[in-house]
């Protein structure tokens, strides 16, 4: 009896473990599968504003919906109504997957970043061989949306948070 008992939990055992590992899986597969494509990222799309606390300084980022395999995109900091930076921006699909391409103040070529990871309201896009950004991750939460740009060079890791508020 207590040989059966222990096949029958031995059984058990490995009819959870099989589970759990196909869902482990499932969720992993699930994940990648759920950004196929530019038109999967219809939440980015949208303006979006983040302004400091004494109202001195705004970043603007503002993404078109997706069409046409691509999205494009602009971000703008004013300091004292002033613009000290801007940036054109592109997801669109490549080379048979999704990159997100940066110009720093227009500069060309752009600065290309594979997708990495993706979600419903999240995605994740890396160079390693850039200075900085070397990962970029953009979170959306109901009316927000979150930006970290981290990575760096020479063993210095920097990160910086944009955290914009819908402006339509």
């Known amino acids: 009896m207590l040989l059966r008992f222990s096949l029958r939990a031995n059984s058990t055992l490995s009819i ?5 590992s196909g869902c482990a899986a499932s969720h992993a597969t699930n994940e990648a599968a759920l950004i ?8 980015l799309a949208g ?13 603007e980022e503002l993404w078109l919906a997706p069409a046409g395999g691509m ?17 054109f921006l592109m997801i669109r699909e490549l080379n048979g997957s999704i990159a997100y391409l940066a110009m720093p103040g227009g500069q060309s070529p752009p600065t290309v970043f594979p997708m990495t990871r993706g979600s419903d309201w999240s995605i994740v896009f890396e160079n390693p061989g850039h200075d900085f950004p070397q990962r970029i991750h953009y979170q959306r939460e109901s009316d927000s949306l979150t930006a970290v740009l981290s990575g760096g060079n020479e063993g210095e890791i920097r990160t910086e948070t944009w955290r914009w508020r819908r402006a339509d």
Do not use: K
Request: charged fraction near 20%; glycine fraction near 6%; hydrophobic fraction near 45%.
């Open 36 to 43: 196929s494509s530019v038109e999967d990222l219809h939440w």
């Open 47 to 59: 303006h979006w504003v983040q302004q400091s606390a004494d109202g001195s300084t705004t970043n």
């Open 16 to 20: 959870v473990l099989f589970a759990l």
């Open 71 to 87: 999205m494009l995109g602009v971000n703008r900091t004013l300091e004292d109504g002033r613009a000290v930076f801007f940036e």
